[in-house]
């Protein structure tokens, strides 16, 4: 006769059979036939119930449908611009270079001009520009032909947006430490005083030499 154990071991006793069942139903069911737990009807039932209940389980995951949450996409950020269309004739001065501006009058660089009763003719010399430069050093000589009724020349010579009078005369020499002149203009007077003629001219500065003709 063989002795009956006085004890279970863990994994035979009902507590943990049922837990197989519920857990992982193919142990709990191979342990409750391996040690003849229940009744065989309620074996039977078990055995047919716990695949068609895991099976179901398993459906119901795959085809419930799966609520997801849309990606939120933040919106551009958008630049604050502000265009703006200027008159092609404007001039837009800003920062503090409009502080530091300054209004300078531009001389004509070239042309002519005849005022009053002058006879020189329309294209003819009026005066000529000779002059050297060497650092700041310039030198120039200036030379007016004849006018009939002249009676006084007032010369006009631009250097660095700056005008100077070196002397009046039909012929005037000059020299001045600073940058080489970039204009000149005469304007000659008759004796009672109005304009006969009025001419400009540009300077031309090379290689150390100034020339400029004026008509």
């Known amino acids: 006769m063989v002795e009956q154990r006085a004890r279970w071991l863990w994994y035979e006793r009902t507590w943990f ?5 519920i857990v992982f139903w193919p142990i709990g069911l191979a342990l409750m036939w391996a040690q003849h737990k229940f009744s065989p009807s309620v074996r039977l039932a078990l055995s047919v119930a716990a695949p068609a209940l895991s099976a179901a389980a398993l459906a119901a995951v795959i085809l419930l449908p799966r609520h997801t949450t849309p990606a939120v996409t933040p919106p551009s950020p958008v630049a604050n611009v502000t265009t703006s269309t ?3 004739s ?25 005022v009053g009763t002058g006879k020189n003719t329309t294209g003819a010399v009026v ?10 050093r310039v030198a120039y000589s ?8 002249a009676s006084e020349y007032d010369w006009f ?4 947006g700056d005008s100077h009078n070196p002397s009046d005369g039909q012929s005037v ?6 940058q080489p002149p970039t204009s000149v203009r005469l304007e000659v007077l008759a004796s009672d005083g109005h ?21």
Not at 17 to 21: E, H, K, M, N, Q
Not at 92 to 102: D, F, I, P, R
Not at 195 to 215: C, E, H, M
Request: zero cysteines.
């Open 127 to 136: 005066f000529t520009l000779t002059g050297t430069y060497s650092g700041t």
């Open 157 to 160: 010579v631009t250097a660095n």
């Open 17 to 21: 059979v049922i837990a197989a069942l």
């Open 173 to 178: 020499s000059f020299s001045y430490e600073g």
């Open 86 to 88: 200027l008159p092609a």
């Open 142 to 149: 200036l030379s007016a032909s004849g006018i009939s009724g």
């Open 195 to 215: 304009s006969i003629r009025q001419s400009f001219a540009a300077v031309t500065a090379s290689k150390g030499k100034l020339t400029a003709t004026g008509y």
């Open 90 to 114: 404007s001039t837009v001065t800003t920062g503090s270079s409009a502080a530091s501006s300054t209004t300078s009058t531009k001389t004509p660089t070239s042309g002519k001009k005849t």
